[in-house]
């Protein structure tokens, strides 16, 4: 079945530092792509998708390449601020599943 | 405007108890989902439903029960609450296209003590 793994966190950054946080996945057929967060208290927010190999997702300064070859689709950000700070979750759909596959998030902390 | 819509946004109540979460999408969304969060943030599918229509039932107790009286809402119900049942519980909902995304609502946090 489809799966998402994602690197364990947390990650703990100063603000202005560069972030990567690793999601590869095994789907069947072509999946779709996503990168959700979480901010304290909220629900998921949709940050950016892709829906084709060598799509890449942007939204708020954070960008992710689908990338078929190796089957990831890496978060990364130029310069996190502390307002970043929040659990990240990477996620794909396939295939006719009407679901959506999680990883099992990945928690970042920015201090200043 | 609230997009996707949970209430209550709070649930404490004793073992054995039945309680139920209410869940309102003004997205005119097809598709309806409840997740679940344990206390490690990891997400778990729990149902799903497509105009009014049962389409994914994960492997979860018939304790929970989900009721779909339109598209626009998605209730759960839950008899004989357990200690493990302690989690937020998230509703969703998505347009029917394949590669469109799931729109959240804010969870409700339920605590059995």
């Known amino acids: 079945g489809d799966s998402v793994t994602q690197m364990e966190g947390p990650v703990t950054l100063s603000e202005e530092a560069f972030l990567t946080i690793n999601c590869t996945y095994t789907?069947?057929?072509?999946?779709?792509l996503f990168w959700y967060v979480q901010y304290p208290g909220e629900g998921l927010q949709l940050l950016l998708k892709a829906t084709k190999a060598d799509d890449k997702g942007s939204n708020k300064g954070f960008e992710a390449t689908y990338r078929k070859e190796t089957t990831s689709f890496h978060l990364e950000k130029g310069s996190v601020q502390v307002s970043d700070s929040a659990v990240y979750f990477c996620a794909l759909t396939s295939g006719t599943a009407s679901k959506l596959t999680f990883g099992t998030g990945t928690r970042l902390q920015v201090t200043l | 405007d609230t997009a996707v819509s949970q209430t209550p946004k709070y649930l404490v109540t004793q073992m054995g108890n039945d309680k139920s979460i209410k869940c309102e999408q003004n997205l005119g969304h097809d598709t309806m989902y409840w997740y679940k969060q344990d206390s490690k943030k990891f997400l778990k599918i729990m149902f799903s439903y497509n105009n009014k229509e049962l389409i994914i039932n994960e492997t979860v107790p018939n304790r929970f029960s989900p009721k779909s009286p339109d598209k626009a809402h998605l209730n759960l119900h839950i008899n004989s609450l357990e200690l493990g049942d302690s989690a937020v519980y998230f509703c969703a909902s998505r347009d029917g296209h394949h590669n469109s995304p799931l729109h959240f609502g804010n969870g409700t946090r339920l605590t059995v003590t």
């Open positions: 789907a069947t057929g072509y999946p779709s």
